[in-house]
């Protein structure tokens, strides 16, 4: 595996803490409580799964957390501060989502018209990373991935699999404090899901960032330490079998 180089001394204040989230769909009698209170905290360094039956607020939660939607109260902190206290207290939700949160979703989403590398690279560039330096982050990323061989190529090119591990890299690349990773193993095989998750240990640990996994994969439940399960929109916490990744 590529050792990836971090870029600064890990911020010790990093992490992500959830209070009372409540998001509710309508109004009157046929409104909806998708949350009705979770609680939640992911510390620094650390990767927890979440799971839980379809229609159980997984989908809701994680678009909360992300600032993709507007939850209807509770309380949301990153790092040392506070994003959302019953309506936002960020001025600029779009830099909040490229510079500060990283995203895994089922489907990858890749751009069309760019190719593996700059589809990778394209967040720090448009942040205002140098482009070369912002490429060659994307490279190490694509290596560490087993997709280095496909930098040059068009997303039309690649594989299901190989399109996940481009998306897996690109939500990497900004090395966020956060990364939602929705089903980020679905689509490969047990071997390459198990790497994925050995790649997001290792970025939680090297760069202090806290990663929630949301999956149904049985391949990589074992390997949390903790898992958080969530239930008509409530969340229980237990011990994982934190199972070693050799």
Known sequence: MVELKPEAPPDPHRGIHIAGLRKRYGAGDTAVDALKGVDMQVAPGEVVGLIGPSGSGKSTLLKCLGAVIE?????MTLGAEVIYDDGWRIPDLRAL???????????????????????VALLPM?????NGEARDRARDLLAALDVVHRAQ???????GGEQ??????????????VILADEPTAPLDSERALGVIRILNQ???QYQTAVIVVTHDEKIIP??????????GLTHEEAGEGRLLG
């Open 71 to 75: 939850p209807t109260g509770g309380r």
């Open 203 to 205: 970025m939680a640990l």
């Open 164 to 177: 996940q591990r481009v998306a897996i890299a690109r939500a990497l690349v900004s090395r966020p404090p």
């Open 223 to 232: 390997t949390f330490k903790r898992i958080y399960h969530i239930r008509d």
């Open 153 to 159: 190529a068009m997303p039309s090119q690649l594989s």
């Open 126 to 130: 448009l942040a205002g990373r140098p």
């Open 97 to 119: 989502r490229r510079d500060r949160i990283g995203f895994v979703f089922q489907a990858p989403y890749l751009i069309p018209f760019l190719d593996v590398t700059d589809n």
